[in-house]
C-alpha cells in the first residue's frame, strides 16, 4: 500500500515537468513589413517555401540592432483577394505566439480567378524563445 502511494504521488507530480508555460506575460511589439522592406535573405527563404503553407522565423543581424522577422504563408489560394490579421502577439514565459487569420475576398471586392500566395512578415525585436504559431 506504501509503495502504491508513492508510484502514484511520483507519477502525479511528475506530470508538470517540461511543460511550456502558456499564460501570457505581455504583448510583443511588431509591425507588418512592406515586401520592398524584407531583407534579400529572408525574401530568397519565402521564394524557396514557394506556394505551400510557410512558418519561417529568420534573425536579421546586420544592422545596430537584431531584428526577428516572423513570416506566416497559407499556401495556394485560387483566386485574387486574400488578405491576413494578425490576431495576436505576445509573449508568455517560454513562447512567442502569433496568432493569425486568412480572411477571404470581401463580398464587394472584385476577384480574379488567378492563384495567389498569400503571405506576411512580421518584425519585432529578437528573441530566443520559441515561436508558436496558431
Not at 18 to 44: M, S
Not at 88 to 97: L, M, P, S
Given at each position: ?28 511589439t ?8 524584407i ?5 530568397e ?53 502569433i ?36
Amino acid at each position: 500500500m506504501f509503495l502504491t502511494v508513492i508510484a502514484v504521488t511520483t507519477l502525479l507530480s511528475g506530470c508538470s515537468f517540461g511543460t511550456i508555460e502558456e499564460q501570457k506575460t505581455g504583448d510583443v511589439t511588431y509591425e507588418i513589413v512592406k515586401k520592398e522592406e524584407i531583407p534579400e535573405q529572408l525574401k530568397e527563404e519565402i521564394k524557396e517555401a514557394g506556394k505551400k503553407e510557410m512558418w519561417i522565423s529568420y534573425a536579421d543581424t546586420g544592422k545596430e540592432e537584431t531584428y526577428l522577422y516572423v513570416v506566416r504563408g497559407y499556401g495556394t489560394q485560387q483566386t485574387t483577394g486574400y488578405s491576413i490579421e494578425v490576431n495576436a502577439c505576445y509573449e508568455t514565459v517560454d513562447t512567442v505566439v502569433i496568432r493569425t487569420t486568412l480572411q477571404g475576398p470581401e463580398k464587394k471586392e472584385k476577384i480574379h480567378k488567378k492563384k495567389t500566395y498569400p503571405y506576411i512578415v512580421i518584425k519585432m525585436p529578437y528573441t530566443e524563445k520559441q515561436i508558436i504559431y496558431e
